[in-house]
């Protein structure tokens, strides 16, 4: 918004220029002698129509060679003069050759420096080997009502393409550079963070995005300190971040199953994306806590791209201590170009991380039992045959 809440306009009516229109009789052309003249400045025009103090401005000189003229003419320059002092005010040098009944335009950019009626001349040099000078020079007053300098920052505050960002906007609609912005945010918890943004040239904007996904809900205050003409001032706005009821894109462990392994167990289930967005660069793994530690072959596992409201399968091995009731399990991700990180626990049964027979505990050592009585039993038949 504009800092007075209106909308941008000038305080004068701006730019009264006289455009003296010369034919080939009325040619201001001075350089003495009789030669016929060949040349003509038919136009000048000024663009922006409605400039301001310090706005640069374009004058645009006409040259045209006449038909009847017995060849090409060079412009050697044209120069743009203070009519009331004769300095000059600036110039453009080697422009070229005109052929007969051809024209050229010719921008001459100058920056006024005063407001009201600045009166300046245009003149143009034509070559003129006739001449004692060697060339014609051909006049064209200009009166331009130049207006004080504006300075019309805008700044907007809008949610931004990718989930959780929002854009932070300044535009010039001024006269005047708006030098060394910087844009501080305070978040609806009052810590502040400032962003530094590059020069803002009349009629330019300049918009940096920042993350706010990890951000309360609730007013976000921008502020946008800038300098012009060499006076410091500030914008300041405030916009209500809201959350999304349904994230875009979404992953979530579904349908998992733990089975016991001989080094640990094994999780298998899906990776679903319950957003509506698809996401990318899935990766799933096994998060180290003192009672779970991920192990090969399946410590960690790389989906994938999952389409919206798709899923992928996957498998992840680990080493629980006894009596583990979970498993918490690292999820990655990248949507619209943000990467997303979240841990989501897994329960297990107990009984699944208790030893077992196999793994060399207590109990009945069955194995050993049926070893001694078949030892025993071939023991007895070796002794009746000798009886």
Excluded at 203 to 218: E, S
């Amino acid at each position: 918004m504009f800092p007075d809440g209106g909308v941008g306009h000038r305080p004068h009516r701006v730019v009264l220029f006289v455009l003296v229109l010369l034919t080939a009789g009325s040619v201001a052309a001075v350089g003495g002698g009789a030669a016929a003249q060949q040349a003509q400045v038919s136009t000048v025009a000024v663009d922006p129509v409605e400039p301001a103090v310090g706005e640069p401005v374009t004058v645009t000189v006409t040259v045209r060679n006449l038909a009847s003229s017995d060849g090409a003419v060079t412009v050697e320059s044209v120069r743009l003069r203070d009519a009331a002092t004769g300095d000059l005010l600036t110039q453009t040098a080697e422009i070229g050759q005109i052929d007969p009944g051809g024209s050229l335009d010719i921008p001459v950019v100058v920056t006024l420096a005063e407001a009201g009626l600045t009166r300046i001349q245009a003149e143009a040099y034509v070559e003129n080997v006739d001449r004692p000078l060697g060339r014609d020079r051909y006049i064209q007053p200009v009166v331009i009502d130049v207006a004080e300098p504006l300075v019309r920052p805008d700044l907007t505050v809008t949610p931004g393409a990718a989930y959780g960002t929002t854009d932070l906007t300044l535009t010039n609609y001024g006269t005047l550079t708006l030098e060394a912005p910087r844009l501080t945010l305070t978040g609806p918890d009052g810590s502040p963070q400032t962003h530094y943004l590059q020069d803002v040239a009349p009629g330019a904007t300049r918009t940096r995005t920042i993350d706010t996904r990890g951000w309360d809900m609730g007013m976000l205050r921008v502020t946008a300190t800038y300098t012009a003409a060499d006076t410091t001032d500030r914008l300041t706005v405030e916009h209500a971040l809201a959350e999304r009821a349904t994230e875009p894109g979404q992953v979530r462990l579904t349908s998992v199953d733990a089975v016991r392994t001989a080094g640990g167990i094994e999780l298998t289930g899906d990776a679903a994306n319950l957003g509506e967005l698809p996401v990318e660069a899935v990766y799933l793994r096994v998060g180290e806590t003192p009672a779970v530690t991920p192990i090969p072959p399946r410590a960690d596992f790389f989906v994938g791209e999952v389409a919206a409201s798709e899923f992928a399968t996957f498998r992840l091995t680990a080493s629980v201590d006894a009596n583990t009731t979970a498993v918490p399990i690292e999820i990655r991700y990248i949507m619209a170009n943000a990467e997303t990180v979240t841990t989501q626990t897994v329960p297990v049964d107990p009984a699944l991380s208790a030893p077992t027979d196999d793994d060399g505990g207590g109990g009945v050592p069955w194995l050993a039992v049926l070893i001694a009585l078949v030892v025993a039993a071939a023991a007895a038949l070796v002794y009746r045959s000798r009886s």
